[in-house]
């Protein structure tokens, strides 16, 4: 008798010798059950699928979300930080993560089916399967030993609801799962306008910056920002749980200096580190697909750069003409300009005294910006249709979908205010720019409300 299970053959022997024949049976029946069992495993092993105890699967599946929103990648020293299907890439999975450059050894990829996740039909319940992962460390890392970097993750054979990395094929029991995120592709967006800022470090203090900013980007026809904060002070906390609530910000904890040494700068001579400053990079790169299904553009600046349209009313009006004028195009790069935190405006107008209390910089009063540097290029930050992109790094997109375009000057550009880049000029000699005082009759009392509302 044989038993043929895709290839294998198992032979079963009728001649075994037995004092009945009821005996013979039961011999016969036990070596078919243990010949498939084996072929089973066989089969399960060759396609890389891993058999597991679908209650302990479940178990790990369903463990609690911590606040830290880095897992390290078991037996090495990488960290993942959230997972996402790429439509563009004929669904690969992938894995936002900050890797040691010069310790890359090989790593697979741990998919697996949740039964709650999986209501449809889509896959084997509770299964896992194992695949060697591709990882893609970005070109732009500074010099620094970690650097942002994509894992992708395939396997046509299921559809996955969640991901964890290993260096050993067939690891499980000791893993920490991600939840996929973006199964769906989606042409409606919940928000037209959203702003990354990269990241709160440091004891951020600058409380009234932070609001002027916030309304201003209300008016201008933002709908949500997102933050990622590794720390602030009490002021801004009050500032941030206010918004919040409001339903404008999403904040998301950014414990990196719990994990790595992170630089505070971009050099590693001058600000030495694993990873360059405060894991900035991975920020962007991490909101952009996690708000590449909820937002119709993402704007890629710094917390104290607003770009600012400065022939339209609003970013929507601004979009809509640009879109038009370039429909390849998902990417456009905004100039920076600085506006010197140590020029005053003489006329004292936005000296409030209601918000000399507050700690930070009040913008307002800051209305001279610095003119263009013979032989140096403006940095820019970004305006992205996030669908169109797929790398970035600070100033420019690293890897994208048609041309980026650099928008004009005078059609838009960002108002920038900080500590100056050339400090020897004169008043005189810089350029007045009154674009916020525009605002003033909305800009004002919502500056107020946020304030009071936030308890400062």
């Keep these: 008798m044989q038993l043929l299970i895709e290839g294998v053959t198992c032979h079963l022997s009728a001649n075994a010798e037995t004092p009945s024949k009821d005996m013979k049976q039961r ?37 609690p979300k911590t606040a830290d929103t880095f897992t390290r990648i ?23 993560s900050i890797i040691k450059r010069q310790d890359l050894q090989e790593l697979y990829c741990v998919l697996c089916v949740h039964n709650n996740a999986s209501t449809k039909g889509d ?12 990882v893609e460390i970005h070109s732009d890392h ?38 996929i995120h973006n199964k769906e592709m989606k042409e409606s967006f919940k928000y ?24 201003v980007y209300k008016l201008i026809g933002i709908q949500r920002v997102v933050i990622y904060n590794s720390s602030c ?32 700068g971009w050099q590693p001579a001058e600000s030495p580190g694993d990873l360059h400053y405060y ?11 996690r708000y590449m299904y909820q937002s119709r553009y993402l704007l890629l600046n710094d917390i104290d750069e607003i770009i600012m349209p400065y022939k ?12 038009k004028q370039h429909p390849a195009s998902g990417v456009f790069n905004i100039e920076n300009h600085i506006f010197p935190k140590t020029q005053f405006d003489d006329s004292g107008r936005f000296s409030r005294p209601e918000w000399k209390s507050v700690p930070g910089l009040n913008i307002l009063e800051h209305i001279y910006r610095e003119p263009d540097r013979k032989n140096v290029v403006n940095p820019t930050k970004m305006i992205i249709d996030p669908r169109r992109v797929e790398q970035t790094s600070v100033h420019t997109m690293l890897k994208h979908f048609g041309p980026a375009i650099k928008v004009p000057f005078d059609v838009c550009h960002i108002i920038h205010v900080r500590v100056p880049l050339q400090g020897y000029l004169h008043k005189d000699q810089l350029y007045e720019d009154k674009k916020l005082w525009e605002f003033e009759e909305k800009l004002i009392p919502n500056i107020n409300r946020a304030l009071n509302e936030s308890g400062l």
């Design 27 to 63: 011999y016969l029946g036990l070596l078919a059950g243990v010949c498939t069992f084996t072929v089973s495993l066989l089969m399960w092993w060759h396609r890389g699928i891993i058999p597991w105890d679908q209650h302990r699967l479940s178990v790990l599946l369903d463990q």
């Design 142 to 179: 500074y010099g620094f030993p970690y650097g942002t970097s994509d894992v992708f993750c395939t396997s046509p054979s299921i559809k996955a609801t969640h991901v964890s990395i290993s260096t050993h094929s067939n690891d499980i029991d000791s893993l920490k799962y991600l939840p």
């Design 279 to 289: 894991g900035q990079l991975t920020t962007l790169n991490e909101c952009i697909y």
């Design 233 to 264: 002070g009490p002021d801004v906390e009050k500032v941030l749980k206010h918004y919040s609530k409001e339903g404008t910000l999403e904040v998301v904890p950014w414990p990196i200096d719990k994990f790595l040494k992170p630089s505070h």
């Design 123 to 134: 896959g084997a319940l509770n299964q896992c399967v194992s695949s060697k992962a591709q």
């Design 74 to 96: 078991h037996g090495s020293k990488h960290l993942m930080v959230s997972a996402f299907k790429d439509h563009r890439r004929n669904g690969a999975i992938r894995v936002i």
């Design 312 to 323: 339209h009313k609003s970013l929507g009006d601004l979009m809509d003409t640009l879109q």
């Design 192 to 215: 037209s306008f959203t702003v990354c800022i990269s990241n709160l470090f440091g004891e951020y203090k600058n409380a009234l910056q932070f609001v002027q900013t916030m309304e």
